[in-house]
């Protein structure tokens, strides 16, 4: 006997509640986040794009930029048979503005798209950090002020707030015109070519490629180095200043809670401007649930019209741990009610019944049991399931054109109810026990 094959390190799968073992993820979570996110989404005037998970892999390079963790060590990158460079998709933004080109969608109108589904990076595995994760993410375009910035952050929290969640903290930057990132990226070469002796192995390197990204790195020494360094916020031109203020206004008006983070910089070359995370402590070290910015030069940059452009992902696994550990996930439906029955007979009767109970009584979850058995392994099964009700239809019930109906979660004595009343009799049921 060969060994069995297991999953993919870094990538999970996500169970049905009857699977799951506590050690992977389960679909009602996700079912619930995506289903309150793409509530709220709708809600906004949000419409959905869906993406191929495989593009070309120079339109990564191109928006992520050459010099970026991403690009540099992440990528699931292969050659087609026929020899094109394809990789799988480690975002979704580069893919979105891709078809807003392809399909000519950014002549005129402004856009509000989202779109949902997996992504993959090879990062090192840990608690809340995959290779093959799930984003929901979106993307606005063709607006150039702070009110979309102000928007999309108080669409985030909203979306935590319907999610249950308190202990996420909102922190912004902005990154400013491409000429102050210029001047500030000079500053900050010099500063640090000044202390490059504490800077490790990686910063060193990035000194002559990508000094910013100096600036997220998570070693405490260099971290200390660049405390003490220029922060980009004193190189912000006035148009930026004035953009950032406004963004601030919008948001204190809001009543959202921000940090400033002059050190938020992003781990993806196309952001201008605004930049902004929502953090939480409760994950360990993988606590950014969401995050984004605008992006005014990418679409440009990969050959469409100028078009001004805000968006954010949130990784889904993520919000999924953090809504599970608040206690906030609401328990997975059971089954109302569990038909069981034995005989030819009444098994034949019970599947027409079933079907005409789904038709007649809405919102109903009934269960039939399937696969044969005594009364007493299916009576277990029904019981097994969650139900509270097993309609019971037995030889003696078909001859009086009755469903016997028992209480699993009750003590009280099973009763009869005639065929031609139990629909509505579980219709009452529904609206008192819902
Ligand atoms: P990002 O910061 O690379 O941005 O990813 C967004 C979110 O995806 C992160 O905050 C995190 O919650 C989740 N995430 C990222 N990597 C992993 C991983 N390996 N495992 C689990 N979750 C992960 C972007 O991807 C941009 N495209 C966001 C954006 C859209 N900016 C503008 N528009």
Not at 327 to 342: I, L, W
């Amino acid at each position: 006997m060969s060994s069995p094959i297991q999953a993919v390190r870094g990538m999970h799968d996500i169970l049905p509640p009857s699977a799951d073992d506590g050690k992977g993820f389960r679909s009602s979570h996700f079912q619930f986040v995506e289903d309150t996110v793409r509530h709220w989404l709708e809600s906004y005037g949000y419409q959905e794009i869906r993406v191929p998970i495989v593009e070309d892999t120079a339109l990564f390079k191109r928006s992520i930029g050459e010099v970026t963790d991403i690009v540099e060590k992440e990528m699931y990158t292969f050659a087609d048979r026929n020899g094109d460079s394809l990789t799988l998709r480690p975002e979704g933004t580069a893919g979105v503005v891709r078809a807003a080109i392809e399909h000519s969608a950014l002549r005129q109108s402004s856009h509000r798209w989202w779109y949902a589904g997996p992504m993959f990076r090879h990062e090192r595995p840990q608690r809340g950090r995959y290779r093959q994760f799930t984003q929901i993410g979106v993307e606005a375009f063709g607006m150039p002020g702070p009110d979309i910035d102000a928007e999309v952050i108080l669409l985030t929290a909203r979306l935590w707030k319907a999610l249950g969640l308190h202990h996420v903290a909102l922190q912004i930057n902005n990154l400013g015109s491409a000429d102050a990132r210029a001047r500030f990226r000079e500053a900050l070469t010099e500063y640090l070519r000044a202390h490059e002796p504490q800077l490790d192995e990686d910063s060193r390197r990035r000194l002559g490629t990508n000094p910013l990204r100096i600036l997220d790195s998570k070693n405490p020494q260099v971290q200390a180095v660049v405390e003490r360094g220029p922060t980009l916020l004193e190189f912000l031109d006035a148009q930026s200043k004035i953009h950032f203020d406004g963004l601030q206004k919008l948001l204190d008006l809001a009543g959202i809670v921000y940090e400033i983070n002059p050190r938020l910089v992003r781990g993806l070359d196309y952001y201008t401007g605004t930049v902004f995370e929502w953090v939480t402590t409760r994950l360990g070290a993988q606590g950014t649930v969401c995050a984004g910015g605008r992006y005014d030069g990418l679409v440009a940059q990969l050959g469409g019209p100028a078009t001004p452009a805000i968006g954010f992902a949130m990784g889904v696994e993520r919000l999924v741990e953090l809504v599970k550990e608040e206690q906030r996930m609401p328990t997975d439906p059971v089954p109302h009610a569990y038909c069981v029955a034995v005989g030819d007979e009444p098994a034949a009767q019970a599947m027409t019944l079933t079907e005409q109970l789904r038709a007649a009584v809405a919102g109903l979850r009934v269960t039939l049991h399937c696969g044969g058995g005594s009364f007493k392994s299916q009576v277990k099964r029904a019981d097994k399931s969650g139900a509270p009700l097993a309609l019971v239809m037995g030889e003696s019930e078909v001859e009086r054109g009755e469903v016997g109906v028992k209480f699993l979660r009750e003590e009280r004595p099973q009763i009869a109810v005639a065929r031609a009343e139990i629909a509505q009799w579980l219709a009452d049921w529904l609206v008192q026990h819902g």
